[in-house]
């Protein structure tokens, strides 16, 4: 009956990213270094372990394989965005050390432009927990995080990589420090061919063919220096990161376009920040500036377009006693663009002022928060939040929470100045958010079991959509209402049978994201499910670790996906199944080797992201790691 | 405990499940594609880089539908994106599909593909020089392609400088429409040469013929940058006789046609116009109003000068044809593929 139960319940548990191994790398921070604006637990986030982190080359497989936020992969190497509730790519923020990254044109990111080496942790702030971070989060934020150690260190970790198809990438972090200095210098390369072999199913005999022109370079660098106060640290880092890739075409494409995309980002960071006496800070002020140039050789397109982002930050927690904290963060944007469709160079200020309080009762924690967003010189008075959490009992770790918050997004450089077609009076785009759930955690006859459940809904209103007009050419209008609601959850158990520790994990999302206005009698999206954004999706990991030997099993559903508002044409559901063996061993006694070697999409399955692009089937990975420790 | 060894095995048989490949369509029944004459095919593009073009075949007399048929007729085999254009040839229709680079050859009653032209660059119009040859316009190739409709093959090429849209055959002489030079460009078919070329309007996108064979010319005036125009042209003597200036550089007239009589040209400016070719101004009230739709192509039957008109809606979903009376009443509304953009006739 217990196996049968099993079985049964399996496809709905939803099983958290987290392998909760520890390696060496786990960073344990002390309270003086944690100077984010933390989440209140009445909110849900979706912390990724380090192991987890370490498996996935990029952000985007990261989150893909690790959550129930969606990422929309138009192949291997080739632009990956998020859905994240239901939301569209520019509704999720990501932030890295507290300054956003996300393009003042767009408003998006490429996810597959981020390799997990250049940060320490990663966090996925759901819902309206993303208004604590900035404003422009209606789906959620990513946070990704670097930390800094102050003790007598030599490390150096270099990895190096092979794959399947010509792909191959190396890593090199170094650290170095005292008591007083932290010196960190991370260097990333890859070179992949992804010339993967397809089935090409727009072809009347299917031939079995190789994919061409989808070459892809990276190279980045990240240098941090910091430097210990008395009560805090003062440094910066840089990170420089340089991308060059050719963009397959679909698979229904006889010829090529013999398309090309660079993108080069340079973030510079300089940061105070500490604790005294019960007063925390952390000032910030960072420049990002971003370039992407675009080839079609067919169509001789060679287009350029720059932006640079000026993000200052003044966070401030005050801890008026131990229950009772206040949060107050002052941010200073000013962003610029131009771009070949620009008519000039464009440039806006956004400033913003969060205000929040946060209250522990013996059972009961209350916070409310509100922003305040001055942009150009339109002011938004009100985006507020609030979230309870309640331990039912007192010596079971069972807590229930419940949160609602409003966030805004603001139209794009390209929504509001391309030409043609950029529409100024465009309002923006807002949500109203709700959420609330249960966590649970218990150890049971030497099983740990962590579990979380949340139900969400929202209401995005003004959702700008770009559509082709009367005159020949594309405008953005405020055009939908759209519904989101679903639930997240997720648990692990982990136990150990004797030597061997054994855990499994998995997240499970169900989002219902519909459309609630009609163009006319004739539009047949009104209450269907948004295109691409996928009703179910499941992630879940198995980790057998023996002695120094890792076995990772992961399984990731994703479920069917609209391709037509009208909700006629969809993709069908993959699930990719993926394994990987580790082991490390000593070669010396200040140095390490583990290597590992991984078989993706065990199974050979044939599938597409997104229509007609194929991904990868079957497919090795063989990496080896030194570690001087 | 050691039961949780069992979760990889089942979640293994999860994966062992054998899925569809590539996008699926819900409502598409198969059904008997075979046409007749008087039938309609109507081109849905798709949208571009999504693969999802599709024809639609519409029977005026029972109003039967049969949607995705050229997926149907072959195996399920995509027709690709963005399909620009169709030209029916004897018993064959031609399929321009422009980003998958590719003309498909199809049979016209059965629709099953017959052949696949391929190595276009960004090919648009498909014009019949007679049953061996045939000239392929070009958004990007600065050329138009020859085809050879014996191999399937490209043949050659006319080299141009930018944009060749629509384009016709009259008495040994190929007028082809140059987007990117407001050019009416002439070319001579028997040696695939350009031999003259005529400034007209920005942007011209549409050409046709009249009864007094006399070439009309719908210039867009392109994106508010000229006031759009129409343009009478005499191929005799190679002259414009006359010109007819739009009132708005917003405006963004497209889509000129005439019907089978060839006395009473049809076009799209928000609204649908009609105008008699002997008409002295352009046509101050519209023909058929749009009430808020946003219609995107046109065309006219040429057994009964009904008129239909398609809406994309919201660009990506199934679009809708309406179906107008020679007078302008509406007869019936159906619905087709995403972004429905042109009209077959089967001769």
């Known amino acids: 009956m217990k196996t049968i139960l099993q079985i049964v319940i399996l496809p709905f548990l939803l ?105 320490d942790e990663a966090e996925l702030h759901h819902g309206a927990s993303g208004l604590i971070n900035g404003s422009g989060a209606l789906g959620g934020s990513v946070i990704l995080n670097n930390t800094e150690e102050y003790k007598n260190q030599t490390k150096i970790t270099f990895k190096q990589t092979a794959g399947s198809f010509n792909n191959y990438s190396s890593a090199l972090k170094l650290k170095l420090g005292n008591k007083k200095w932290f010196y960190e210098t991370q260097l990333f390369g890859k070179m992949d061919r992804n010339n993967f072999e397809y089935k090409n199913i727009s072809s009347i005999e299917t031939p079995t063919e190789k994919l061409d022109r989808a070459e892809n370079k990276q190279f980045g660098l990240q240098q941090a220096v910091y430097y210990k106060l008395k009560n805090g640290s003062v440094g910066g880092r840089i990170w420089y990161f340089n991308s060059g ?144 959490q309640y331990k039912i009992f007192n010596k079971e770790q069972l ?96 136990t150990n049978i004797k030597k061997i520790r054994i855990k499994g994990s998995g997240n499970y999302a169900y989002t219902k994201s519909t459309n609630l206005k009609a163009k006319n009698e004739f539009d047949n999206s009104l209450d269907k499910q948004l295109i691409y954004v996928p009703y179910h999706k499941l992630s879940s990991s198995i980790l057998i670790n023996f002695k120094s030997i890792n076995l990772i099993y992961t399984y990731n559903y994703t479920g069917k996906r609209f391709m037509t508002t009208d909700n006629e044409w969809y993709l069908p559901a993959n699930f990719i199944s993926d394994i990987s063996i580790s082991n490390q061993f000593k070669i010396t006694k200040t140095w390490d080797v583990s290597a590992s070697f991984k078989m993706k999409n065990i199974l050979d399955q044939d599938y597409q992201s997104i229509a007609w692009r194929p991904m990868p089937g079957r497919n090795y990975l063989i990496s080896l790691t030194f570690r001087l420790k | 405990m050691i039961k949780l060894i069992y979760i990889p095995i089942i979640l293994l048989l999860f994966s062992c499940t054998k899925e569809k490949l590539g996008p699926q369509c ?29 024809l639609t075949l519409y029977n005026p007399l029972d109003k039967t539908i049969s949607q995705n048929i050229f997926s149907q007729a072959n195996n399920n085999l995509p027709l690709g994106d963005v399909a620009q254009s169709i030209t029916q040839l004897n018993n064959k229709a031609y399929i321009v599909v422009n980003n998958s680079n590719k003309v498909e050859v199809v049979d016209i009653n059965s629709f099953n593909s017959l052949a696949t032209i391929t ?115 005499n191929p005799q003597n190679r002259t414009i006789e006359n010109t007819f200036t739009f009132s708005s550089i917003s405006e963004s007239p497209g889509s000129l046609k005439i019907n089978a009589l060839k006395n009473q040209l049809y076009f799209l400016n928000s609204s649908v116009y009609k105008m008699n070719i002997n008409d002295l101004t352009l046509p101050i009230s519209t023909f058929i109003m749009n009430n808020n739709n946003t219609f995107y192509g046109l065309d006219i039957d040429p057994i009964n000068e009904e008129v239909y008109v398609s809406d994309a809606i919201d660009y990506v979903q199934n679009g809708i044809i309406f179906r107008y009376s020679s007078s302008g009443d509406l007869i019936n509304q159906f619905n087709s593929g995403v972004i429905p953009g042109s009209f077959l006739f089967i001769e």
């Not at chain 1, 958290?16 to 786990?26: G, L």
């Not at chain 1, 100077?35 to 370490?54: G, L, Q």
């Not at chain 1, 510079?268 to 079609?296: C, M, P, R, W």
């Open chain 1, 399 to 494: 807590f229930i929470k419940a949160n609602t918050g409003i966030n805004y997004h603001y139209p794009t450089f390209n929504d509001l100045y391309w030409n043609p077609g950029g529409n100024k009076s465009l309002k923006p785009e807002y949500a109203k958010m709700v959420e609330s759930g249960f966590s649970y955690s218990k150890s049971i006859k030497g099983i740990e079991i962590n579990t979380a459940f949340t139900a969400f809904y929202s209401k995005v209103k003004d959702w700008i959509i770009w559509q082709p007009t009367e005159f020949g050419y594309w405008s953005p209008t405020n055009l939908k209402d759209v519904e989101n609601k679903g639930i997240e959850t997720n648990l692990s158990l982990s």
């Open chain 1, 15 to 119: 099983w958290q990213s987290a392998f909760s191994q520890n390696t060496e790398d786990t960073v344990k921070i002390k309270t003086v270094e944690v100077i984010e604006t933390i989440i209140p637990e009445a909110y849900k986030t979706t912390k990724f372990d380090s192991t987890v982190k370490e498996e996935s080359s990029n952000l985007a497989e990261l989150i893909n394989n690790n959550s129930g936020a969606f990422i929309k992969s138009y192949g291997a190497g080739s632009l990956a965005s998020i859905s994240f509730r239901g939301t569209g790519a520019s509704h999720t923020q990501v932030l890295w050390n507290g300054v956003a990254l996300n393009s003042p044109m767009n408003g998006q990111i490429d996810f597959s432009l981020y390799p997990t080496l250049f940060f």
């Open chain 2, 119 to 233: 190595g276009f660059t960004s090919p648009r119009y498909f014009l019949p020089i007679n049953n061996n040859k045939a000239y392929v316009t070009d958004l990007y190739s600065n050329s138009i392609q020859v085809v050879d409709l014996n191999s399937n093959t490209i043949s050659g090429n006319i080299q141009l400088s930018g944009w060749s849209e629509e384009l016709l055959i009259h008495n040994d002489s190929v007028y082809v429409c140059d987007m990117t030079n407001d050019n009416l460009l002439i070319i001579d078919p028997l040696n695939n040469t350009l031999v003259d070329s005529v400034k007209v309007g920005e942007s011209p996108n549409s050409i046709l013929i009249d009864q007094n064979n006399k070439i009309w010319i719908m210039c867009s005036g392109g994106i508010n940058s000229n006031l759009p125009k129409l343009i009478k042209f």
């Open chain 1, 245 to 388: 890739r050719e963009l397959p075409g679909t698979i229904t494409q006889t010829n090529s376009n013999e398309e090309s995309q660079k993108d080069e980002s340079i973030r510079a960071l300089i940061e105070l920040k500490g604790l005294k006496n019960n007063f925390q800070y952390h000032i910030s002020t960072a420049l990002v500036s971003d370039q992407l140039i675009y080839k079609n050789k067919q169509a001789n397109i060679n287009s350029k377009s720059n932006s640079q982002l000026f993000d200052n930050n003044i966070n401030t927690n005050i801890y008026l006693s131990k229950n009772w904290k206040i949060n107050n963060n002052i941010n200073f944007k000013y962003e610029t663009a131009k771009a070949d469709g620009y008519s000039e160079k464009n440039n806006r200020i956004r400033t913003s002022w969060l205000l929040g309080v946060n209250k522990d009762f013996k059972k009961l924690s209350l916070n409310a928060f509100n922003r305040i967003v001055v942009i150009e010189s339109e002011l938004k008075p009100f985006a507020p939040g609030f979230g309870a």
């Open chain 2, 26 to 54: 819900i409502s598409c029944k198969v059904e008997e594609t075979n046409t007749q004459q008087a039938d309609i095919i109507i081109v849905n593009e798709g949208n571009f880089g999504w693969g999802n073009g599709s």
